[in-house]
């Protein structure tokens, strides 16, 4: 681009006449979690797009502690908005732009998928698209979803004719068409809170996307996608699954157990000491199983008889003795879970991706192998570049997946301000007021 030299400003401007170049939207993701919240800004990149594995650059990183992890207690629609508005702040500060869209993840309580059947007669005698959707809808309709909100709608298979399941129809001759489809959903309350907390932040939501599908999306390898595996998200607040099978997604859910916040609750009541300081032990000195000797003294300090917190050691095998007996429950309630949806034993995933802020204390992967029964890995964000300050762990793995998301279906750009899922457009509209919803999120979270 041609520049002119003003001397007397000594600064560089770009002259009117000279051609601009113009930069691709900047896209931004909201992860909105019970620890913390994480808002991420990128532009498609044309030049890394040329690369086989397709890496994104994040260009704006903004990370906010939740309220909630300071006191244990539900976070008030203030609180929890100021967090969000500040880390999109952060991140588009660091990108260089505004944000006033983003497409956010739900980890709340209420997400849940079921496999439905829907079927159309062709009338042109050769399947098209609209024939397509027509079935899409059709399956949609025969699972009806009051007072939920369809965040996705994952086509497994489809059949022209009764014939053998095959991935696309397009084309293909026929009387009739009939397709098998996974459909996510989750509480209209909650998702109607949601969308009114990140409005209140200063931006709008272009798209719902469920935390442990968006974070497989990250995490999960196309060997490990053709195969089938099961994703486990231990958040603060619940523990979130997602199997994959070769056609898709199969299963999502989200088990409210608790999650980090309930691990917390129990250190604090066992080393009598407040949520805020049982947090700090178990961040810096946190382990289950066998990944520590258990006769190493930490600092962890407890109430005193005045009430305020006073200098104190204990065992970080008191901390494991603590911890390991609520995860494994956690564990073991995902495993229920998983087999009372079907997906247990051969007719189930094969091995497990770990993510989430709880899946990186020690000792928590080869915990999860023993009580799920198969190999377990920790997943961490692939083909993700620019994180120069923070680390692209395990606690990031949503974020980046809707990152992903976003950058493979380029038309959510065009998306209206109303809330709607992408494929059929038949997410109920969101009718719940901005504190009845809100009330709702709170006392389920």
């Known amino acids: 681009m041609a520049l002119a030299y003003d001397p007397v400003r000594e600064t560089r401007a770009p002259r009117e006449d000279a051609p601009r170049e113009a930069l691709a939207p900047l896209v931004a993701t909201l992860d909105v979690g019970v620890a913390k919240t994480v808002c991420l800004a990128a532009r498609r990149d044309p030049v890394l797009e040329m690369h086989p594995d397709r890496p994104m650059r994040v260009l704006g990183i903004g990370v906010q502690t939740a309220p909630a992890i300071a006191s244990g207690k539900p976070a008030d629609f203030d609180a929890c908005a100021r967090a969000i508005q500040v880390s999109i702040e952060e991140a588009a500060a660091m990108a260089g732009a505004p944000i006033r869209r983003v497409v956010a993840s739900y980890s709340g309580p209420g997400v849940a998928s079921r496999i439905s059947r829907g079927a ?96 497989a999306l990250a995490v999960m390898t196309a060997e490990e996608r053709e195969m089938g595996a099961l994703v486990v998200d231990l958040g603060a607040g619940s523990i979130g699954l997602a199997a994959y099978a070769a056609e898709g997604l199969v299963y999502a859910e989200t088990v409210a157990c608790g999650g980090g916040v309930r691990m917390t609750r129990d250190l604090a009541a066992k080393l009598q000491t407040t949520f805020a300081a049982a947090e700090r032990v ?100 692939h083909d993700l570049c620019g994180f120069d300050q923070y680390e692209a762990g395990p606690g990031y793995a949503a974020s980046a997946g809707l990152l992903r998301h976003r950058f493979d279906n380029p038309q959510l750009a065009d998306v209206e301000d109303h809330f709607a899922p992408s494929l059929a457009h038949v997410a109920s509209m969101m009718r719940d007021t901005m504190g009845k919803a809100w009330n709702w999120l709170r006392d389920n979270f």
Do not use: W
């Open 120 to 215: 159309v007669r062709l009338k042109s005698g050769a399947v098209t698209g609209r024939d397509i959707d027509a079935a899409i809808n059709a399956a949609m309709q025969a699972s009806p979803t009051p007072n939920l909100a369809v965040l996705h709608i994952e086509p497994l298979r489809y059949m022209v004719d009764d014939g053998e399941p095959i991935d696309d129809p397009y084309g293909l001759s026929g009387k009739t068409l009939a397709v098998e489809a996974c459909i996510v959903t989750a509480p209209d309350a909650a998702v109607s809170a949601l969308k009114s907390c990140v409005r209140a932040a200063g931006a709008e939501i272009e798209e719902i996307v469920a935390a442990p599908q968006a974070a």
């Open 282 to 381: 178990k961040l810096h000195f946190g382990a289950v199983g066998n990944a520590c000797d258990p006769r190493e003294a930490v600092s962890a300090p407890k109430l005193g008889l005045d009430g305020r917190l006073e200098a104190a050691t204990t065992l970080r095998g008191v901390i494991v003795d603590t911890l390991t007996p609520r995860l494994t429950e956690m564990l073991l309630l995902a495993r229920q879970q998983l087999s009372r949806a079907g997906f247990s034993g051969a007719a189930g995933p094969q091995r497990a991706i770990l993510v989430g802020g709880g899946a990186q204390m020690p000792g928590v992967r080869e915990l999860a192998a023993e009580v799920l029964g198969m190999p377990v890995r920790l997943g961490r964000p």
